[in-house]
T-cell receptor, first 114, second 114 residues
Framework: EAQVTQNPRYLITVTGKKLTVTCSQN?????MSWYRQDPGLGLRQIYY???????DKGDVPEGYKVSRKEKRNFPLILESPSPNQTSLYFC?????????????FGDGTRLSIL | AQSVTQPDIHITVSEGASLELRCNYS??????LFWYVQSPGQGLQLLLK??????LVQGIKGFEAEFKRSQSSFNLRKPSVHWSDAAEYFC????????????FGTGTRLTIIP
């Protein structure tokens, strides 16, 4: 089954404790991205990757890191999480790009930073 | 800069009634337009898309949307809603190039009453 898998689905942690949210897709997609969803703000893009070893900032990259060492994986790293990063996070992938391609989304990761 | 406005934060309709969700966009060229649905606890799922051609597009789950260039609108419609349609709906605008930005609206939450 074609899917985007995120782990963990839920996480409660404390300020400053490094965490990684994993994202994996099995559709051989070149493009992957991370969004955060906050009430009243919709989805805002954090980082995206057009292909392996190619990443770029989205609209709200501060406090986040990403890497794309393999085509299927695109982990999101919070090196020193803060309470304002409490949010619902989505990973997405598509064949080639963002603006002209339907995106396939994971089921989301709800992060709470205390 | 491109933008999407979904003027209705929350809409309540009776089961079996018709539905129209509004979406207005701002984009300098021919837009690529999408509607996504987010059911509780799940990621976003593509309902339909418009790239070119017929301005009335059909999607999954009985939804359709009409592109009106003169009004910069891409409203989503369904003739008769079902209780399972209760969800959050997002409109998004992109463009023809792969690295064009995809911008989401802030979403409309749909409640269905029996």
């Amino acid at each position: 089954e074609a899917q985007v898998t995120q782990n963990p689905r839920y996480l409660i942690t404390v300020t400053g404790k490094k965490l990684t949210v994993t994202c994996s897709q099995n559709m051989n997609h070149e493009y992957m991205s991370w969004y955060r969803q906050d009430p009243g703000l919709g989805l805002r893009q954090i980082y995206y990757s057009m292909n392996v070893e190619v990443t770029d900032k989205g609209d709200v990259p501060e406090g986040y890191k990403v890497s794309r060492k393999e085509k299927r994986n695109f982990p999101l790293i919070l090196e020193s999480p803060s309470p304002n990063q409490t949010s619902l996070y989505f990973c997405a992938s598509s064949l080639y790009g963002q603006g002209n391609q339907p995106q396939h989304f994971g089921d989301g990761t709800r992060l709470s930073i205390l | 800069a491109q933008s999407v406005t979904q003027p209705d934060i929350h809409i309540t309709v009776s089961e079996g009634a018709s539905l129209e969700l509004r979406c207005n966009y701002s984009y300098g060229a021919t837009p690529y337009l999408f509607w996504y649905v987010q059911s509780p606890g799940q990621g976003l799922q593509l309902l339909l898309k418009y790239f070119s051609g017929d301005t009335l597009v059909q999607g999954i789950k009985g939804f359709e949307a009409e592109f009106k260039r003169s009004q910069s609108s891409f409203n989503l419609r369904k003739p008769s809603v079902h209780w399972s349609d209760a969800a959050e709906y997002f409109c998004a605008v992109g463009g023809s190039f792969g690295n064009e930005k995809l911008t989401f609206g802030t979403g409309t939450r749909l409640t269905i009453i029996p």
